[in-house]
């Protein structure tokens, strides 16, 4: 296994943990929030997308698909205190968006060669993130750092324990 197989696979077991968290929930459940000050869980699908969206765009520029008029701004770090829900899409919207925002991820990275990978990250990411590869990691990463927040919100509702 390479270092594209290991970020790839990595990738597609966060997507597999956080859909299997929201398979079975309807549109309005999605608009429940695990906590005080936490956002519901529409906004974070939202924001998931819109994230990746813009760190692929910072790695690889014109590798982001295209999203919905006002997406990125409905799911932005600014506007994550004032939620608007009457501007949040549905579940089957979210669905779609994160599979093509995956997809052109893993595009992404198949074109990024190894030696790529060890190419300085962004600037604003560099600090933390300090190369191509390990901003690639983040991207696959990113869906389990929300993940948790949808277990929450499971029990509160009743669902059953999927994984």
Known sequence: MNAQD???TTAETSA???KTYFSDLEDAELLESPGEGCNCLA????HLISSECHLLEMVEPGAAIELPDGFAETYSTENSKSVDKTKLHTKEEYLRLLDEVREATMASLERTSETDLDAPSPEKFREMFPTVG??????ATHDMMHAGQFVPVRRKLGKAILI
């Open 6 to 8: 290991a970020i790839r």
């Open 16 to 18: 597999f943990i956080l």
């Open 43 to 46: 906004w974070q699908l939202g």
């Open 134 to 139: 390990h901003m690639y990691i983040l991207l």
